[in-house]
Structures are given as structure tokens and as C-alpha cells.
């Protein structure tokens, strides 16, 4: 147990006359981490130059209390405490050493440098496991066990895929006058070789095959109204023609009139998904399927579509914006040949994988968070598993396969005669609205979704959502579905829906990075993963050319590490030859903490 004149010097106890150096042989970012107080951001302090702010997630003496609890450390290498939560006034620095007592390094040199300013990104929680319900639950674990991917990239895309099944048959009020419809946006964010492709095909196989299967039946039919509607095309033509040069056109106008009124309605061909699409197409084929269409792709290729790769750089967001909040289409064309586009109530699902990078740079497309796309995903940033796999993956168990498509089918099959209406019992409305009321104060000012307002907004109507996506999916076996969402399915939904929120964090948090910190991210994670207590510049350019082409490119982010503490540059005199590269001396205090929170 630390002594109390330990305590006394780090407290709120110190002596007055005691000003340590910063850092003082004190790691307040190792103190924190050992102690597992989850650090949402590092700022300066504004009114003391030199001080840092360390926004914690949650208080360290209530784990309800999130957003308002603060750490910091002044110039001086004085650390304190602030909590803004009633019950918690009061407290100080010397409060959370007595509870969580600081235990002094066994290095001694960390002492000799300056504490540590973490460069890691927020590192999100993975989504528990046991939130997905039945048979959509199984799949996501077998098919996550099966690929050797985390659980969160299936369980994401299998709620998408349910959702695409159900969309437009069913929505959710979770109070009077507030409706919901079971259409979600989905995008677990995932790098290349991480077999994003293979849980895609495994997850969206049932309604791959429902789709061929439902072509080959219907083709025939379709073909035979097809040639039909040409022949009679092809006659109007001719009467058209014979018309436009006749004294007296009355007799083969009439004749037109009732071949046009003839011409067979040729249905379009059954879809659920397209992958590679328009928005100016999505719209066509949405009209085409009655109003809902889903748009499945493990690659980011979507969003530049969106950002107007197609139209000249003019961002085309409006069908996913209304498709999400199922708001009236109406398309006129300017060619007006063509007829309009009008949808009442479009239902668009979408599940997207893309690389992290394509995240990072959405930032800088128009209009994706200002005009509210961007808030519209459930995102997720799963862990890789690479250089952590067995390469000996279990196969999916047969009966949770069949389960999984026999369910998927009954989904697409279901066809209540109109929509059904969903509504919590008492004791999941009590539920819901206590989630929906806790994310309230996490919007003030220096709460933990301050700065994700527009995303956070609208969460527990996802949560709502979600919460009719899995009770339908528990009701999938039953010709009559059941209107009431009981407490026991709304409970795994909130659960679900509050993991995301850290992921979230993450992803936004990526898309305002700065290039030279995740340059500097991928140099750190070299040099901890080296072990070495010293290595040459010359060494680092060589394991990192691919990223800078030249080492005078590489210079600044050296220069980043070393502002933030983790190296310090000795300069290396020549001894004839070549010219010596300079050393690079590694903070112990980076080598202790690892690689762990650098892998995000």
C-alpha cells in the first residue's frame, strides 16, 4: 500500500511548497490506464497554460455517471480530479488515490522523461455476444467463429440482412404519435484481409438464393409479356405511322387507343439487394420493388457515388436520407419522355464494410454530416484478428446454418396484409425511455456525446429499431406475429445499441484525424513492437519507405513522437564514410504500455 506522505504529495494534501517537475516520476497516463479509467480525450487547459484536461468516460466512484468527470495535470506535474455529478462534489485527487491507490514504477528512468501525451485513437468495446437474439444470434457467433472475425462485423451485417427481409411490413411506436420504420444503415469499417468478403457470402447467402431462385420462376412468364408487349409495340408503331399520313386518321386512332391500353405490364424481375449502384438507379429499381431495396457491398466504392463521382462532384444525397427516414420520393426528369419517380415509402437498408481509410476520408465529402448521413449508420470498428488467429477456424454448425436460412426465408416470405404496427408492453417502454433519457445529459457541454450530437440523437430511436428487427426475427415461425415487444427483447436491443456508442466515438473520431497522427500511430506501433530501447533514424525510414518515399517526409512525425514524449532524438557525429543517422532514444514508459491500444 502506498504510504500517505506518497498520497499527501500527489493529492490534494501536497505540500505548498512541493512543485515537482512534469511528470515528476508520476504516469499519470499509465495511472489512469492500470486502473482501467477509460480516457475519452486529452486537451489543453485553456485558463492555465500548460495544463492538460483528461475527459474520462465514466466517474471512477459511479460508473453511471458519464460524461462531466474530468482528471488533470498541471504544468507543475500536480495531477486532480473534478466530477460535475451532484453526488460527487467535492471529491479530489486525494479521493481517487484512496481508492484507487497510485503504485510507483519500478523503472526509475521513466522519471528522467516528460509524461507521456497519449496519441492513441478511442479504442471501441466489442459488442457482447449474447445481445443477438435466436437464430440470428447463432449465425453471427457461428459465422464469426467460422471465419476467425469478430463478432461485431456479423452481427452488424446480420441484423442489416434481417432488416432488409422485413422492411415495409413492420414498423415500431415506441409512443404515441412516434414511428419508427425496421429499415438500418450499418457500417462495420474493417481493413483488407480480414475476410470481410467471406462473412458478406456466408450471412447474405439466403437472400442470394430466394432472389435466383424467385428469377428462374418467373422468367418464363416475364418473357412471354415481354414479347408480347413488343409485337404490340411494334404494331402501334406502324399504325402510328399510317395515321400521321391518312385523310381520315379517326378509325386508326381508336385502334391505337386500344392496343396502348392492351400493352401487357411486363413485372419487373424479383430483387432484394444491388451492391454497385447509382443513386439516380437505386431510385428506378426502388420504384420497381415497390419501395424497398437494400444495398450490400464490403467495399466503400458507394459513398463516392454518393459524393457525385457520376455528377460531376454534385453530392446526390437525398434518396438515403429519405430511404432511411421513409420520407416521399419524387423524381422528375428532365427528359420528359421519361415518367417521374414517385415513392410513397421508400424502405432502404444498407449494410457497407470499407476500409478504415475510406471512413477517414469522408470528412471531407460535402454534405455526408451536415445534412445528416453520416448520423444515420450504426457503426462499428472491430479489433483484427490478424497475427491472432489459429488458421484452424471451426465449421458453421450445419443446424444453425439451416435454422439461419430457413428463418431468413420465413422473414422474406411474411406478408401481412398491411403494415404491422409494433408497440412496447409497459415494462419495455419503461426500458426504452429510461435509455432514451440517460443519452439526454450526454449532450450538454462536456458530456460524452457532446460532440456526436446529431449521431447520438437519434440512437434510441435505432435502439427502437432494432428492438423490432429482433422481435420479428423471434417471431419468424408464427403465421400470427405478436404486436407487443416484450422487456426481454428490448433489453438485448439497448444493449447492443449503448456498445455502439463507443465505436462511434471511434469512427468520428477517425474521420477528424490528423494524417500526421496516424502516420505517427503506425511509427509508434514499429517501435514498441520492436522492444528496443533505442533505434536509428535511418532504421525506422528503412521498415516505413513505402509510407513517406523520403526520409525528410518521415522527419516531422519523428518530431510528432517526440513532442508527445515517446522518443527523444540524439544526434549522432560522424566518423568518417557516410553520414551517421541520428538516434532515436525510446521512452520506457512506451515499451511498458504495449501495443494494445495502438491496434485500433
Keep these: 500500500m502506498i504510504s500517505r506522505d506518497s498520497l499527501a504529495k500527489?493529492?490534494?494534501?501536497?505540500?505548498?511548497?512541493?512543485?515537482?517537475?512534469?511528470?515528476?516520476?508520476?504516469?499519470?497516463?499509465?495511472?489512469l490506464s492500470q486502473h482501467g479509467m477509460r480516457v475519452l480525450k486529452v486537451k489543453p487547459w485553456q485558463s492555465h497554460p500548460g495544463a492538460l484536461i483528461y475527459q474520462l468516460?465514466?466517474?471512477?466512484?459511479?460508473?453511471?455517471?458519464?460524461?462531466?468527470?474530468?482528471?488533470?495535470?498541471?504544468?507543475?506535474?500536480?495531477?486532480?480530479?473534478?466530477?460535475?455529478?451532484?453526488?460527487?462534489?467535492?471529491?479530489?485527487?486525494?479521493?481517487?488515490?484512496?481508492?484507487?491507490?497510485?503504485?510507483p514504477s519500478a523503472d526509475a528512468t521513466v522519471s528522467e522523461w516528460p509524461l507521456l501525451i497519449t496519441l492513441a485513437r478511442t479504442v471501441p468495446d466489442p459488442i457482447p455476444t449474447n445481445?443477438?437474439?435466436?437464430?440470428?444470434?447463432?449465425?453471427?457467433?457461428?459465422?464469426?467463429?467460422?471465419?476467425?472475425?469478430?463478432?461485431?462485423?456479423?452481427?452488424?451485417?446480420?441484423?442489416?440482412?434481417?432488416?432488409?427481409?422485413?422492411?415495409?411490413?413492420?414498423?415500431?411506436?415506441?409512443?404515441?404519435?412516434?414511428?419508427?420504420?425496421?429499415?438500418?444503415?450499418?457500417?462495420?469499417?474493417?481493413?483488407?484481409?480480414?475476410?470481410?468478403?467471406?462473412?458478406?457470402?456466408?450471412?447474405?447467402?439466403?437472400?442470394?438464393?430466394?432472389?435466383?431462385?424467385?428469377?428462374?420462376?418467373?422468367?418464363?412468364?416475364?418473357?412471354?409479356?415481354?414479347?408480347?408487349?413488343?409485337?404490340?409495340?411494334?404494331?402501334?408503331?406502324?399504325?402510328?405511322?399510317?395515321a400521321a399520313s391518312a385523310?381520315?386518321?379517326?378509325?386508326?386512332?381508336?385502334?391505337l387507343h386500344q392496343l396502348e391500353q392492351a400493352l401487357p405490364e411486363v413485372?419487373?424481375?424479383?430483387?432484394?439487394?444491388?451492391?454497385?449502384?447509382?443513386?439516380?438507379?437505386?431510385?428506378?429499381?426502388?420504384?420497381?420493388?415497390?419501395?424497398?431495396?437494400?444495398?450490400?457491398?464490403?467495399?466503400?466504392?458507394?459513398?463516392?457515388?454518393?459524393?457525385?463521382?457520376?455528377?460531376?462532384?454534385?453530392?446526390?444525397?437525398?434518396l438515403w436520407l429519405k430511404g432511411h427516414s421513409v420520407s416521399l420520393v419524387r423524381v422528375d426528369r428532365q427528359d420528359r419522355s421519361r415518367p417521374p419517380i414517385i415513392i410513397d415509402r421508400p424502405h432502404l437498408t444498407v449494410g457497407i464494410s470499407p476500409q478504415p481509410d475510406v471512413l477517414e476520408s469522408l470528412h471531407d465529402k460535402p454534405g455526408f454530416r451536415g445534412r445528416g448521413l453520416l448520423a444515420r449508420f450504426l457503426y462499428g470498428l472491430p479489433q483484427s484478428r490478424l497475427g491472432y488467429r489459429t488458421l484452424a477456424p471451426s465449421p458453421i454448425p450445419s443446424h444453425v446454418e439451416n435454422r439461419y436460412r430457413l428463418g431468413i426465408e420465413q422473414l422474406i416470405n411474411y406478408r401481412p396484409a398491411t403494415i404491422l404496427r409494433l408497440r412496447f408492453s409497459d415494462a419495455a417502454y419503461r426500458e426504452w425511455k429510461g435509455f432514451q433519457l440517460s443519452l439526454e445529459p450526454q449532450f450538454r457541454d462536456g458530456g460524452a456525446l457532446q460532440s456526436l450530437r446529431d449521431w447520438g440523437g437519434k440512437l434510441a430511436g435505432a435502439v427502437a429499431r432494432l428492438a423490432g428487427i429482433f422481435h420479428m426475427v423471434?417471431?419468424?415461425?408464427r403465421d400470427e406475429v405478436e404486436t407487443e415487444i416484450t422487456f426481454t427483447t428490448v433489453r438485448p436491443a439497448i444493449e447492443f445499441g449503448t456498445s455502439l456508442i463507443s465505436h462511434a466515438q471511434a469512427v468520428f473520431a477517425l474521420?477528424?484525424?490528423?494524417?500526421?497522427?496516424?502516420?505517427?500511430?503506425?511509427?509508434?506501433?514499429?517501435?514498441?513492437?520492436?522492444g528496443k530501447t533505442s533505434f536509428t533514424v535511418r532504421d525506422c525510414f528503412r521498415a516505413h519507405q513505402g509510407r513517406?518515399?523520403?526520409?525528410?517526409?518521415?522527419?516531422?512525425?519523428?518530431?510528432?513522437?517526440?513532442?508527445?514524449?515517446?522518443?527523444?532524438?540524439?544526434?549522432?557525429?560522424?566518423?568518417?564514410?557516410?553520414?551517421?543517422?541520428d538516434l532515436c532514444e525510446v521512452n520506457p514508459a512506451a515499451l511498458n504500455r504495449g501495443t494494445d491500444e495502438l491496434e485500433g
Excluded at 420504384?287 to 466503400?300: I, K, L, N, W
Design 247 to 255: 385523310t381520315d386518321p379517326s378509325a386508326m386512332i381508336q385502334e
Design 57 to 103: 468516460e465514466k466517474c471512477p466512484f459511479n460508473p453511471d455517471h458519464t460524461g462531466g468527470s474530468a482528471a488533470f495535470l498541471m504544468e507543475s506535474g500536480k495531477p486532480g480530479f473534478r466530477c460535475q455529478h451532484d453526488g460527487c462534489k467535492g471529491k479530489a485527487i486525494k479521493d481517487v488515490f484512496a481508492v484507487y491507490p497510485p503504485v
Design 511 to 530: 474521420m477528424d484525424r490528423d494524417p500526421a497522427v496516424n502516420n505517427a500511430e503506425k511509427l509508434l506501433a514499429w517501435i514498441t513492437h520492436q
Design 474 to 477: 423471434l417471431q419468424s415461425d
Design 131 to 242: 445481445c443477438l437474439p435466436g437464430w440470428l444470434g447463432d449465425m453471427a457467433r457461428a459465422v464469426s467463429e467460422g471465419t476467425e472475425t469478430p463478432f461485431d462485423l456479423a452481427a452488424l451485417l446480420a441484423i442489416a440482412v434481417a432488416s432488409s427481409c422485413i422492411a415495409a411490413k413492420a414498423e415500431i411506436s415506441p409512443e404515441p404519435g412516434y414511428v419508427e420504420p425496421l429499415n438500418i444503415f450499418v457500417c462495420p469499417a474493417m481493413e483488407s484481409g480480414n475476410r470481410k468478403t467471406a462473412v458478406f457470402n456466408r450471412l447474405m447467402a439466403p437472400i442470394a438464393e430466394w432472389e435466383r431462385m424467385e428469377v428462374e420462376r418467373t422468367e418464363p412468364e416475364r418473357r412471354r409479356q415481354l414479347s408480347e408487349r413488343r409485337t404490340t409495340e411494334a404494331r402501334i408503331e406502324r399504325l402510328r405511322k399510317k
Design 10 to 31: 500527489f493529492g490534494g494534501d501536497a505540500q505548498r511548497d512541493a512543485k515537482p517537475e512534469r511528470g515528476g516520476g508520476f504516469d499519470f497516463d499509465r495511472y
Design 267 to 318: 413485372p419487373p424481375a424479383p430483387r432484394l439487394f444491388s451492391d454497385d449502384i447509382t443513386p439516380e438507379r437505386l431510385a428506378s429499381l426502388m420504384q420497381e420493388q415497390g419501395g424497398r431495396m437494400a444495398v450490400f457491398s464490403d467495399e466503400g466504392g458507394v459513398f463516392d457515388m454518393l459524393a457525385g463521382r457520376y455528377s460531376k462532384g454534385v453530392p446526390n444525397l437525398d
Design 548 to 581: 513517406f518515399q523520403r526520409v525528410d517526409a518521415m522527419q516531422p512525425i519523428l518530431g510528432l513522437l517526440e513532442q508527445h514524449g515517446y522518443i527523444r532524438r540524439v544526434k549522432q557525429g560522424s566518423a568518417g564514410g557516410r553520414p551517421s543517422s
